[in-house]
């Protein structure tokens, strides 16, 4: 059974913050503190201490590449994402090494794995899709 959440992540990046609400059609609004755009980052985001000071690094990192956490659909979730600076690192590396998309290549779970698609995964850990209903 599939669960989709109503409610999203907003974060403000330079206030290190994070609030859930429900996503509107207006867009996601205003940091109530510094007035910054706050990014709709998806519901299943997990989102850093305030005082995790590299791991907020590591998210504005992944944010400001365009990859979000937003759910799928039957265990098809919004996957990986570097936790540190070093990992952030090294997956900006193999984008440098391969010519994978930078988004793509922050997914990534193991940097030091490529298939022979340049994809980072070995065929092994990679995940089967349904075509099923929900």
Known sequence: ????????????????VAYKKTATSRG???CPQCRAELINAGAHLAVPRKRDTAGWR?????????????GGCC????????R??????ERLALAGRTGMPVKQALAVPDPTTTDRYGAGVSPSSSRAT?????
Do not use: I, K, N
Request: charged share 20%; hydrophobic share 25%.
């Open 28 to 30: 996601p609004g205003r």
């Open 58 to 70: 590591a998210l504005d990192a992944v944010l400001r590449s365009g990859l979000t956490f937003h």
């Open 84 to 89: 540190t600076p070093r990992e952030v690192r």
């Open 130 to 134: 349904t075509s099923g209903g929900c």
């Open 1 to 16: 059974m599939c669960f989709y959440s109503s409610r999203m992540h907003f974060v403000c990046l330079d206030c290190r």
């Open 75 to 82: 265990g098809t979730g919004p996957g990986y994402r570097p």
